[in-house]
């Protein structure tokens, strides 16, 4: 914003502390003027003094000065009283808001280099907690909430890229193979680019799906999370099935306020990620529900293989697959959704409940497998459905 120059913040506090002590200084003259008017006579006489006087040289009358002579003796030295007030109140006022506004410099300088894209300078004010250093130890945690953020999302736009340009250059490879080869088969040739061109809508479709959850651009019902593990359960049933997987489901009724269909993608892609990573054989699904005092809940357990903590604390990143852990699937009917292998899956999870003021959290079970946690804020139960 174009902002016409004004005085700066030292100079109005100066001017501030001047005028206030100049103004406190002339009413206590004014105070004192007063009280001497009171006993003051309009005008100089004089009295005879009381038993006379033993000295000959001193006069038997005592001279009373009037107001007008009173005046004229108080003003000039007021007025020097007054000019030095206004001196000291310029000076120290000067000095003080200097020092005062000392810590606000240390902010505004780390704000200008932030502005120019730094974000790894913090300012650290020290000393005792108060408005000031309120307010630099908000703006450190600010700069660091947005250092990481940035980092982020520059890890996030780089593997994005790399898992864009793969379909793409696969898709050139195959192409230039027909183009070198005219006799090659036609039918595989558009079944590999089908495919390919499946993974790359997969992708697309899965890191809108992350941009929509990361914006927060929706609007807020009653959802019972319990109805949507039936849901999910049932639409991956056939996939389930297919892969010899049992799913269970069982639970309470969980009322959270959020979007249904971003819950709904929550809680299939948990259920899928589960099915998908499970034991080649007679693998088990286990989908709860419940409602705790103050969170509704939602838990995901599959047997598998025994995961490392190092593995499990990054699976929840975007485009982690952890390498102890297999994809498969393919879309279509009764197979994954949309973005099945695309390694956005769980992050997709967590950007959904954190978008729902929510938390998601993975453990491995010690005989193998995963139990992945989901924590939403429940329902007013008054608004609650049944």
């Avoid at 001017?15 to 100049?22: E, H, V």
């Avoid at 109805?227 to 959270?256: C, K, M, Q, Y």
Wanted: one cysteine or more.
């Amino acid at each position: 914003m174009d902002r016409r120059p004004g005085l700066s913040v030292r100079l109005q506090l100066t001017l501030s502390y001047a005028g206030f002590l100049l103004l406190a200084g002339a009413l206590l003259l004014a105070v004192v003027w007063l009280f001497l008017l009171r006993y003051v006579p309009d005008q100089a006489v004089t009295v005879p003094v009381r038993g006379g006087s033993d000295d000959p040289m001193r006069s038997p009358y005592l001279f009373v000065p009037g107001r007008s002579d009173l005046w004229e003796a108080f003003a000039p030295k007021a007025a020097m009283a007054l000019g030095f007030l206004l001196v000291c109140g310029l000076l120290g006022g000067w000095l003080l808001a200097g020092r005062m506004l000392a810590p606000l410099a240390r902010i505004t300088e780390a704000t200008r280099t932030a502005a120019t894209g730094s974000l790894f300078h913090r300012i650290r004010l020290p000393g005792r907690r108060d408005e000031f250093r309120e307010l630099a130890d908000a703006f450190d945690s600010m700069l660091a909430r947005l250092d990481a953020h940035v980092a982020e999302q520059q890890r996030f736009a780089a593997n994005a890229s790399h898992e864009l340009r793969t379909p793409l250059t696969i898709t050139q490879t195959l192409l230039e193979l027909a183009r070198k080869d005219p006799t090659r088969d036609t039918g595989r040739l558009v079944e590999s680019l089908y495919a390919v061109n499946t993974r790359a809508i997969d992708l697309t479709e899965a890191l809108l799906m992350l941009s929509r959850a990361d914006r927060r651009s929706f609007a807020r019902e009653h959802v019972d999370l319990s109805l949507l593990a039936e849901e999910a359960t049932e639409t991956l049933l056939t996939f389930a099935e297919a892969r010899g997987v049992v799913v269970e489901t069982t639970g309470d009724v969980a009322v959270v306020p959020g979007e249904p269909a971003l819950l709904l993608q929550l809680t299939t892609n948990l259920v899928h990620n589960a099915i998908v990573h499970n034991l080649p054989d007679h693998g088990r699904v286990r989908v709860t529900t419940r409602r705790d005092p103050d969170a509704a809940v939602l838990t995901v357990e599959n047997t598998g293989a025994v995961l490392a903590p190092e593995l499990v604390a990054t699976l929840a990143e975007p485009f982690q697959r952890g390498s102890e852990r297999t994809h498969g699937g393919r879309p279509g009917q009764g197979g994954p959704p949309a973005h099945a292998g695309a390694g956005l899956g769980l992050a997709i999870v967590r950007s959904i409940a954190e978008a729902h003021d929510g938390s998601l959290t993975l453990v491995a079970l010690p005989v193998g497998g995963l139990r992945a946690t989901v924590r939403l804020p429940v329902a007013a139960p008054s608004s609650a459905v049944s």
